[in-house]
């Protein structure tokens, strides 16, 4: 089986290393860093360097800004660096300009700078060369340890890989753990394998249920995405949310899960609401007898149970999407006891997509997952079966 190089397999002593991390970081209105974990997650990666004598030149991204612009400045993020690293970060003004190159040029053994955000240059997205020649001629050495812009076609992901040959490129610790928990998960999952598939929409999750179809022993549906299987499987669903031009492909899913003998879990009862909001009436209705007029926006206890006892002799475990609308208090519970549940598993348990960590943060649950994945649209990809670009242009080595 071939993986990615990892950065263990450079010689990296003393030289110069471009790491592209993924810094994107949730900021409050004040610039104030909300939630680290991004950052803390980098560090293994950029001590290994400092520990091998070299200097490093950290890139990342932050938010989408159209140019420069000082709200989306990587300054905040430098100085937390600078914090959890216990040594001076320097900041460029810039990505590629002057500054940046003054900077970079000038780097010691054990310095460490960060340049402005990436997407200051417009090149970025659009995976150009040019910038990625300039960003590439900074370092020796290049490290990709951004999961979360792998499946991004962009210049300091994809296209500066061009500059670096086999023996100067690679994975860092975080991306090498994303792939390996993620992606050789579905190669040879211990079983039974089950999968826990919710969120909001069938579309955004169709390719994942057809790749995971084949490969679990149990299929999950949960979340506003259940309806449009229970709608195929024949029931009212009132005014849940309902792809009506998905129904049939749904009807096929549950028409292929019974064919490959994967056993199918829809909720049984469900928590219906009005509106969709914090202070509506709530009813608590079996998936047969949704009123019309009504949605469904979390699932019921029993569904809990039912999903519960599925899980309970799993071995492997792989969670996407929430179980409801858990950013409201009222229809968190489903998503918070399926958290539990999954946590409290003797199985191996691997969490993708934003959401989902979010629910297991809140749920309290998050040391007691195997691993949490930080990239939700790369997460998704792999779980998809795609070969993320990003990770493509890193040689492998042969494991076998
Ligand atoms: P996704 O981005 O597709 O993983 O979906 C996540 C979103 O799905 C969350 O913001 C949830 O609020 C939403 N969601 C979960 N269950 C439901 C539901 N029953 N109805 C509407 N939205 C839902």
């Not at 900074?138 to 792998?150: K, L, P, S, T």
């Not at 914090?278 to 608590?284: G, L, M, P, R, T």
Request: proline share 3%; net charge neutral.
């Amino acid at each position: 089986m071939s993986t990615v190089k990892s950065i263990r397999d450079l010689n990296i002593e003393g030289k110069k290393v471009f790491i592209r991390c993924d810094f994107n970081v949730p900021m409050d209105e004040f610039l104030n860093i909300t939630d680290d974990r991004r950052i803390r997650s980098a560090i293994p990666t950029i001590k290994y360097c400092l520990d091998h004598n070299c200097s490093v030149v950290l890139t990342s991204h932050l938010g989408r800004p159209k140019g420069v612009d000082s709200k989306f400045s990587l300054k905040p993020v430098a100085k937390r660096l600078n914090r959890l690293l216990d040594r001076e970060v320097i900041i460029a003004d810039d990505v590629i300009g002057q500054d940046a190159k003054n900077k970079a040029e000038n780097l010691k053994t054990g310095d460490v700078l960060l340049l402005e955000n990436l997407r200051f240059e417009s090149g970025e997205t659009k995976n150009d060369e040019n910038l990625a020649k300039e960003l590439a001629s900074f370092a020796n050495v290049y490290i990709n340890d951004a999961f979360g812009v792998c499946h991004r076609a962009h210049s300091s992901v994809e296209a500066i890989t061009r500059f670096f040959d086999n023996e100067h490129k690679a994975a860092g610790f975080l991306l090498q753990k994303e792939i390996e928990f993620s992606q050789n998960l579905l190669k040879k999952p211990t079983r039974p394998f089950v999968a826990v598939v919710g969120g909001s929409k069938v579309s955004g999750k169709l390719q994942a249920l057809n790749n995971l179809l084949p490969k679990v022993d149990k299929i999950i549906v949960g979340g506003g995405m259940a309806f449009t299987f229970l709608k195929a499987r024949g029931y009212e669903v009132g005014n849940s949310l309902v792809e009506d031009d998905l129904v049939e492909e749904a009807y096929k899913i549950i028409q292929k899960a019974k064919e490959l003998k994967v056993k199918f879990y829809l909720p049984v009862d469900i928590v219906a609401a009005q509106t969709f909001s914090a202070d509506s009436v709530i009813k608590f209705v079996t998936t047969q007898e949704i009123p019309k007029g009504w949605m469904g926006l979390d699932i019921g206890p029993a569904s809990v149970r039912v999903f519960k006892e599925a899980l309970s002799d799993a071995q492997t475990i792989l969670w996407n999407g929430p179980m409801g609308v858990f950013e409201i208090d009222k229809f968190s519970k489903g998503s918070i006891k399926i958290s539990h549940a999954i946590a409290e598993a003797h199985a191996t348990t691997v969490v993708g997509g934003g959401d989902t960590a979010d629910v297991v943060n809140r749920a309290g649950d998050a040391d007691e997952m195997t691993f949490i994945s930080t990239g939700g649209g790369a997460s998704l990809e792999l779980i998809e079966g795609k070969e993320l670009p990003g990770v493509k242009v890193l040689t492998t080595r042969d494991d076998t």
